[in-house]
Nanobody, 127 residues
Framework: QVQLVESGGGLVQAGDSLRLSCSAS????????TGWFRQASGKDREFVAA????????YYGDSVKGRFTISRGNARNTFYLQMNSLKPEDTAVYYC????????????????????WGQGTQVTVSS
């Protein structure tokens, strides 16, 4: 029902910025809540940010709040994660994920509730 493709990862220095993109397609791509998750080597997959289906609510993980911003493009099937003031601990594979329908401040953070996932894009931040 939904296909997701991430792009925009790369190798940067601490303090730099990157913007990740997530392109959604499929029959129900217009009715999704979208989240960003990341997984560093040897660690669990961590919630980063989410935007609800309506676009009225935004949620962020504690480790990125104030530095990262999630948004939806004008085409409404493209989602962005603007990452500023990057730190070496931000190094991870970043995944775009989708829930068909709405989510709450709790469910938006739960990776088990996301039905669709992109392939991931690597972000590496050097010190």
């Amino acid at each position: 029902q939904v296909q997701l493709v991430e792009s925009g990862g790369g190798l940067v220095q601490a303090g730099d910025s990157l913007r990740l993109s997530c392109s959604a397609s499929g029959r129900t791509a217009g009715g999704i809540s979208t989240g960003w998750f990341r997984q560093a080597s040897g660690k669990d997959r961590e919630f980063v940010a989410a935007i609800t289906r309506s676009g009225d609510n935004f949620y962020y993980g504690d480790s990125v709040k104030g530095r990262f911003t999630i948004s939806r493009g004008n085409a409404r099937n493209t989602f962005y994660l603007q990452m500023n003031s990057l730190k070496p601990e931000d190094t991870a594979v970043y995944y775009c994920a989708a829930i068909v329908g709405a989510c709450t401040s709790i469910s938006c953070r739960d990776r088990r509730l996301y039905s669709y996932w992109g392939q991931g894009t690597q972000v590496t931040v050097s010190s």
